[in-house]
């Protein structure tokens, strides 16, 4: 059983670890950014109202959010764990999740909160090209991180389930980090 939150400001590795972790560990992967950009693409009422959020780096409204959540970790794959990326990003997303954790009687293992430097970030993100990887856009996804993300870390800080993990190592250094902390015995 694994149920992780990936932390960590945009362009950190959530996504390409959380991947990795959910293959060898054998739970979904949740991530919301995935979520968004599949409802985007396919002109659903949802993409349609998140895009406009979405290209400018601004959160989408947590009333778009909450009950994908809940409807996503009411199904049933995820009785045997998830790794959740990219949600919680705010103090209301995270009060949210810890409510809805007690209402199905489950409870996260760690967080894990991928450090990486933000020269670091922007190169990456510029390399990978995706429609909100402009650097005015970055700019202000980092920013909306340090304001509404970063003071999770606190949040959970408090509940003594943080485990920061440095980023900025290669892939696989990265992914043996997360190993060791989860311990789910597959093989990568
Ligand atoms: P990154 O971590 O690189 O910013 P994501 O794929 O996690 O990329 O998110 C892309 C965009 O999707 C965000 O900038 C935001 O507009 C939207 N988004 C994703 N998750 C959430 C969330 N939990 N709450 C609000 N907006 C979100």
């Not at 949802?46 to 959160?59: D, F, P, R, T, V």
């Not at 696989?172 to 597959?186: G, H, R, S, Y």
Request: glycine fraction near 6%; hydrophobic fraction near 40%.
């Amino acid at each position: 059983m694994t149920r992780l939150i990936f932390l960590g400001p945009p362009g950190a590795g959530k996504g390409t670890q959380a991947k990795q972790l959910s293959k060898s560990c054998e739970v979904p992967h949740i991530s919301t950014g995935d979520i968004l950009r599949a409802a985007v693409k396919a002109k659903t009422e949802l993409g349609q109202k998140a895009e406009g959020y979405m290209n400018a780096g601004e959160l989408v409204p947590d009333e778009l959010i909450l009950n994908l959540i809940r409807e996503r970790l009411n199904q049933a794959d995820t009785a045997k764990g998830w790794l959740l990326d990219g949600f919680p990003r705010n103090v209301e997303q995270a009060e949210f999740l810890n409510n809805l954790l007690d209402e199905i009687e489950q409870s996260c293992d760690f967080i894990i909160n991928l450090e990486v430097p933000d020269d670091a970030l922007v190169e990456r993100m510029l390399e990978r090209g995706r429609v909100d990887d402009k650097e005015e856009v970055i700019r202000n996804r980092l920013e909306v991180y340090r304001e509404q993300t970063e003071p999770l870390i606190a949040f959970y800080e408090g509940q003594q389930l943080l485990r920061s993990v440095d980023g900025a190592q290669s892939m696989k250094q990265v992914t043996e980090a997360l190993q060791e902390i989860v311990t789910c015995d597959a093989v990568v």
